[in-house]
């Protein structure tokens, strides 16, 4: 049987290991969905900036279309349709035209520009960013026509092909015959933080197939301008910008560009990166970028049950009530069990006295026939064993009952009990016993002693001695006694009554020759016993 403390500790164990276990479980799979719901979002986000950014570059065709079979577009052409384009394509920060203009072109076409702009100039940055005039070379691409003009002035005039960034998309766009953007780039319109893109569509004179055809036959290319966070802002879903921040990075020539834009979720908010996604946009008219979306804490927590937390909880406080349940239960068995201890000793003892009452006299307090012939049982049988011999003596109260007749019962049982006392003080030794077979009837048990005779004469003389009134005694005004004795060394296969039965015969002889006597068994083939003592009537 197991024992209750480690019947605890196993159910302590189990429990709390169950529990973890499942917590962990439960955990587990709501981080295993969060991370797929996140994944799910992010990836909703990314198409919708995606679709946004194709749609905003596809305005540029419609404007594209003014310039079939034409060299360059009217200006009043191309402000009614860029307006519409713009109208229709918020996400569009400026649409322009920008023709191709050789060195010796350029004096004419500022002036046909000054007569509507006073002051208009091809232009340029200088090394502090400052527009300038620009320096002379072969050929400019500058921005002639653009829509809006209210917010891109700083554009109107200024020279493409002045920044290597700006002139590498145009390149790009030329030699391909095929849209192509620019890098992400801080626009000389200067008016927003963001970065900028610059996507160009190039137009031929005919329809050039060399990349020699190509470049000579250029007369220029339409332009769209768009600011990231714009378009970033019209394709976010609410409930995912708020909760994700979006990095975009340009990678087309650099793998590890830094990001140029990145997007801000609601204030006040901290970034769980361990979350972190990284997914490649379908490539952007020649650009790759790179979109990183990481949430926020509160988004995360936000996806959190508590369901691991309370089943651990419930757990643990189940484990612990159980804990307590098996202990008090134990606690309460082992209070029966002592109980149960406690009653059965005392029923013992109880048991124990029972039995010793069963063997002793009440009005005595002498051995009764049980317990003598319990112990005579014992004794037989050392006698047996050591060769020893073993007396039995038995005493008879002559006419007793006519003492009880005479001086009331009670009075015989005060003569019962004075005889019993004479009895014990003869028969003291160690081996020796005194008990009441019945009635007024006695028996004393000797062991391995020379002279029983002596010791049955000595009871008799002691009774006699006490000269208890006996008026209706035949035999003497006293009580008196009569004894009959015997000695025997057992053997096996003699039958334990013998003893007895030869002292009782000897007792009988005492009565039948006087009584107040004490007579011998003598043998088998004498019936004859043998008187020891005739004391006569007074002692
Ligand atoms: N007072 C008292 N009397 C008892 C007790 N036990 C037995 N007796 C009485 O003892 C008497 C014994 O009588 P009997 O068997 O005739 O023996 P007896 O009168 O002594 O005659 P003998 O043995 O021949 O001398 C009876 O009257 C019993 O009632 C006892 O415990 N107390």
Known sequence: MLKAKTVQLLVLAAGLGLSALLSWKLQHDQELYIDARFQHES??????????????????????????????????????????????????????????????????????????????????????????????????????????LIGNENAFGFDLASNPVRLSALNNARDNASPSASAPLSLVQGNSQSSGILAFLPHYQGMPVT???????????????????????????????????????????????????????????????????????????GRQWVIESIPTQGYIDSKQAPYAGIILLVGITFTLLTNLYIYLLSKRTRLIEREVKSRTAELNEMNRKLQQIARIDELTSLYNRRGFEEFYAREWQRAVRNKTTISVIIFDVDHFKRFNDKYGHLAGDHCLEAVASILSRHA??????????????????????????????????????????????????????????????????IPRDLALEQADKALYMAKESGRNRVIRYHNEHQPVTRIISNPGIQD
């Open 428 to 493: 003291k030794r160690p081996g020796d016993l005194v008990a009441r077979l019945g009635g007024e009837e006695f028996v004393v048990l000797l062991t391995d002693t020379e002279n029983p005779q002596t010791v049955a004469e000595d009871c008799r003389h002691g009774v006699a001695c006490m000269k208890l009134r006996h008026e209706d005694s035949p035999v003497a005004d006293i009580v008196t006694i009569s004894a009959g004795f015997t000695s025997i060394s057992p053997e096996a296969g």
């Open 43 to 148: 990836q909703l986000q990314a198409e919708a900036l995606h679709r946004e950014i194709q749609v905003s570059l596809e305005s540029l065709y419609s404007l594209s279309a003014l310039l079939t079979d034409k060299s360059a577009p009217s200006r009043a052409e191309f402000h009614f349709t860029a307006r519409q384009v713009i109208n229709r394509h918020p996400g569009v920060q400026a649409l322009e035209w920008i023709p191709r203009v050789k060195l010796a072109k350029k004096s004419d076409l500022e002036e046909q520009q000054k007569q509507r702009y006073p002051g208009f100039t091809f232009t340029e940055l200088d090394k502090n960013n400052n527009l300038q005039p620009v320096e002379e070379r072969p050929e400019y691409f500058p921005v002639y026509f653009v829509e809006p």
């Open 211 to 285: 990349l020699d055809a190509r470049r000579e036959n250029l007369q220029g290319f339409v332009l769209g301008v768009f600011y990231i966070d714009e378009i970033f802002d019209i394709s976010s879903m609410p409930s995912i910008a708020s909760n994700i921040q979006f990095r975009l990075t340009d990678i087309t020539t650099e793998p590890e560009e830094a990001p140029f834009f990145i997007s801000q979720p609601l204030a006040p908010y901290t970034l769980a990166d361990d979350y972190s996604k990284t997914q490649l946009l379908p490539l952007i008219w």
